[in-house]
Structures are given as C-alpha cells and as structure tokens.
C-alpha cells in the first residue's frame, strides 16, 4: 500500500523566512495529495491540497508544489508568522482508497 | 454544522481496564478512521470503515483494541486491557471518501496509569 515519508520532523524558522517541508510518497497511482495543520492542543484541520493535474498551486501564503516524476511534493509557507507555528502533515490518496498520512513536522516560527 | 465529535475529551485509566472512546462522524460522510497520535510515532491508523465495512484494523493494533461501527452515525474503539504504553490521544476522522477532505475530531486524551 501507499507510503507516505516527512522528511523533517521539526522545522524552525525566523518570521518573515520562508519554511518549506517536503513529503515523498510510494504509490504512483496516489492522485490527491492534501495538507493538514494541528495548532497546539487542537485537531487537525486542512489548509491546502494539491491533484496530480497539476504541478503547483498557491492559495495566499501556502504554496504546494508537486513532482509527479520523483514522486515527491512540498509545501511553502512565505513570510512566516507566529501563528504558521504548528505541526503539518502532509497526505497522499487514490481515486479507490483511503488517505494516507506522514508523521507530521513540527513548524516552530520565532520572532 | 456539527463536525466529528469525540467523547470523552480526556480519560484516566488504569492498567487492565477497559476503555471505551467514542465517535460521532460528519452527518453523510461514509469513510471514518481512527488514529492513534503520539510525538515519537506520529498518526498511526488503528481502523478505516467505509459505510460501515471494516476495510482495515491497523495490524499491530489487532489484539487489544477493536474498532465498531454500528450504524453510519456512530463509532467506538475499545481498548481491552489498557497497558501505559497506550497513553496518547486518539483521534477520530471521517470524509466523504477518497479524495476528500478528511475531517478530524479534536480527540480523546487517555492516560493510563
């Protein structure tokens, strides 16, 4: 079955640096590949997804970037504020099965 | 808008005991999962349904803890018996099905001493 990897298991960076974390995947049938964050004490919620029709999608701060050929996907946070402090998982799924998590990576923004 | 409710929100056990978590899903969604959330191990998936069908249990996880879903609005996962490496937070999750977004509950934390 599928198999998702998170490269980084923390993160920190300065605000206003950009953070970028990356997620390879096993399953080259995966087609949607979404993106979660869980604020300190909270649920997971999602933030952005990204289908293998394409190869990027930006919604404000939140880049997400996909390369189907290496089996690999990442997403950007620009202009990082405290408040992009949280864990992010990255996800992959086919058409027929169930999503598929990474480990998460735990985003630490410091003024 | 109800989301994914989860009962209780914290739970002290004692080792031995059993324990039981529960789960409401998103009204019409037909996949529910169950995790198990850690800081050394991440998510780990305990059981995945799909409408109402258990399609997976989470292999390690067979021997003490068993995941049912009685009707399409309903779930628990009972934990029999409880040992203290089972002290994390559990996580409830549905979606429409593949391809959709998932949808978590805000989680049960078990303690169990």
């Known amino acids: 079955g599928e198999k998702v990897e998170q490269h980084e298991s923390t993160l920190s960076v300065r605000e206003g640096d950009s953070a970028v974390i990356n997620c390879t995947y096993t399953?080259?049938?995966?087609?949607?590949f979404p993106w979660y964050k869980q604020e300190a004490g909270k649920g997971l919620h999602f933030v952005i997804d990204i289908r293998s029709n394409v190869d990027r999608k930006q919604s404000q701060r939140l880049i997400v970037l996909l390369d189907k050929k290496a089996k690999r996907f990442s997403l950007h946070i620009t202009a990082t504020q405290p408040e992009d402090s949280a864990i992010y998982f990255c996800?992959?799924?086919?058409?027929?099965?169930?999503?598929?998590f990474g480990t998460g990576t735990r985003l630490q923004v410091s003024p | 808008d109800a989301g994914v409710t989860q009962t209780p929100r914290h739970e002290v056990a004692e080792k031995g005991q059993t324990i039981i978590l529960k789960c409401e899903p998103v009204s019409g969604h037909n996949d529910l999962f169950w995790y198990r959330q850690t800081k050394i191990q991440g998510l780990e998936l305990l059981s995945y349904?799909?409408?109402?069908?258990?399609?997976?249990d989470g292999g390690a996880f067979k021997d003490r803890f068993k995941a049912e879903m009685l009707n399409s609005s309903f779930s628990t996962l009972k934990i029999q018996p409880t040992e203290p490496k089972d002290s994390a937070v559990y996580l409830c999750a549905s979606s429409l099905g593949a391809n959709t977004e998932v949808f978590f509950g805000k989680g049960t934390r078990l303690t169990v001493v």
């Open positions: 349904f799909r409408s109402k069908s258990l399609m997976e």
């Open positions: 996800a992959a799924s086919k058409n027929t099965d169930k999503v598929v």
């Open positions: 399953d080259t049938a995966s087609s949607y």
